[in-house]
């Protein structure tokens, strides 16, 4: 692809393994909770967990107090619960949110060879910066544009227009990598960039439908270095 100057990257599930990090902070959370005096099983919590985030989406702020509200337990109570979640959560979070395995060399790999990097991403923008950081991906981006710059969500054309006005390269000149199918690929092309689909995460699964619309597939990131 002689063309392509820049590579604009999704962050959660094309960079890092944002679903098990997930999974292994909602186990751990659910266990502390249960283990404070939630009446539930673990697995029935951990389910909470996930019925919480299916209803108020994934960065939503309030999970643990949602998940023990219900149960209608006295203030003090339900508060040691809540919190006992929110602690485990964060400690947990540090050991498990990891890049996928390739994505560090890649990006090193792709920065030597000249490529403008960046970063559009769907969630806030503390939240962007606390993932690159735990995953030791912060210093690899020229451009990190985040939820909170645009208020808009991909697949709007306004996040990536953003992103392209500050590496100042036009859409043509870029390669977009992502693993949604129906925000990342539809976004991207929608404005003329070339499009890769990250098929080593789980979301592509959700839209087969749309997934032949990506000009390439990758099964690993390392593929993006035999691309380019
Ligand atoms: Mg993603």
């Known amino acids: 692809m002689p063309s392509v100057i820049a590579i604009l990257f999704d962050m959660d599930n094309t ?3 944002f679903v098990r990090y997930k999974r292994e902070t909602a186990k751990a959370a ?4 249960v283990a404070h005096g939630l009446p539930a099983t673990e697995q029935e ?6 019925k919480v985030y299916q ?18 337990l006295e203030l003090n109570k339900a508060e040691k619960i809540q919190h ?4 485990a959560y964060q400690k947990r979070k540090f050991e498990v949110l990891k890049p996928y395995p390739g994505v560090k060399e890649t990006l090193a790999t792709l920065r030597r060879r000249g490529f403008l990097l960046g970063i559009v991403s769907d ?22 544009v985040s939820h909170s710059d645009t208020q808009q969500l991909k697949p709007h054309p306004t996040p990536f227009q953003l992103a392209l006005k500050q590496l100042k390269v036009s859409a043509s000149h870029v390669l977009f990598v992502g693993d949604d199918p129906s925000r990342d690929i539809k976004g991207a092309k929608a404005l003329g960039m070339k499009t890769a689909l990250a098929k080593y995460g789980e979301t592509w699964k959700k839209h087969k439908d749309l997934c032949d619309s990506a000009d390439y597939h990758l099964e690993r990131i390392g593929d993006l270095l035999k691309l380019l």
Do not use: C, H
């Open 123 to 144: 969630a806030p923008r503390n939240k962007v910066w606390d993932r690159l950081i735990m995953s030791g991906l912060e210093d690899m981006f020229d451009v990190v």
């Open 30 to 33: 659910a266990k502390a909770m």
């Open 15 to 17: 960079l890092l393994d």
């Open 45 to 50: 919590a951990y389910n909470r967990i996930f």
């Open 84 to 87: 006992a979640g929110i602690i």
């Open 55 to 72: 209803e108020k989406g994934i960065e939503y702020q309030k999970t643990f107090y949602d998940v023990v509200a219900p149960y209608n």
